[in-house]
């Protein structure tokens, strides 16, 4: 358990070696991919003076931060994707995969959740009481670990960090360059042990 509670929170070390580059990433892809629903808190306020914990009520119902979610989430797969296809070193690739598959299930699950909560939202439109949908904000906080996860993830290759923290051969940098040199040697063979020209 406490192996895996390293692998997990070890890559977070990027950010703090490479804050410039993280805060970067944050503006434009946190910050930035919020502009609709902060939007929305800066304009009911000064044309309703409708509070934020109204405004945050009234984006809950609209399903605004599963949408976001959803969003971030998805755009973490492209560059790991891409990451894999151009990568000429494998470094890390059973981090990057583990890291694909739990975004491919955080969509699988997310996906029909808000649709769910789409098609009661008339019923809940009538609520007396504000309650924010914590299932949504659970998931939202989610999407945002993941995504800077990813982002770790991604950064790891020219991070320039110690990573030989990891024993376990599976999650290791050393099988990483295991395999490199496997692949390597596997194309300087010419003949078998027969003899046979390969």
């Known amino acids: 358990m ?4 390293i692998i997990i929170k070890d890559p977070f ?3 703090i070696e490479r804050k410039g580059e993280f805060l970067i ?10 502009i609709g629903i902060i939007a929305n808190f800066i304009v009911r306020y000064y044309t309703n003076d409708t509070p934020i914990s109204h405004s945050l009520y009234e984006d809950s119902i609209n399903g605004s931060f599963y949408t976001f979610s959803i969003a971030l989430v998805a755009s973490l797969l492209g560059p790991m994707f891409i990451n894999f296809i151009n990568s ?15 975004a491919i299930f955080f969509l699988f699950i997310t996906g029909p959740i808000y ?3 789409q098609a009661n939202s008339s019923l809940r439109l009538t609520d007396i009481v504000l309650k924010i949908d914590k299932t949504q904000f659970v998931i939202y906080v989610l999407a945002l670990i993941l995504a800077s996860y990813g ?6 290759e020219s991070s320039g960090l110690d990573f030989h923290f990891i024993d376990d051969p599976i999650f290791s940098e050393m099988d ?10 596997s194309k300087e ?10």
Do not use: H, M
């Not at 990433?25 to 919020?34: A, K, S």
């Open 2 to 5: 406490k192996k895996l509670l």
């Open 151 to 156: 982002y770790c993830i991604l950064r790891l």
């Open 25 to 34: 990433w944050f503006l434009f892809t946190i910050i930035t991919g919020q």
């Open 176 to 185: 990483d360059k295991n395999v490199e040199e496997t692949i390597k040697a």
């Open 88 to 102: 000429k070193k494998l470094q890390f690739r059973t981090l990057k995969t583990f890291t694909i598959i739990t």
């Open 13 to 15: 070390k990027v950010i």
């Open 189 to 198: 063979i010419k003949k078998d042990e027969n003899g046979i020209e390969l």
């Open 115 to 117: 649709a769910s909560i």
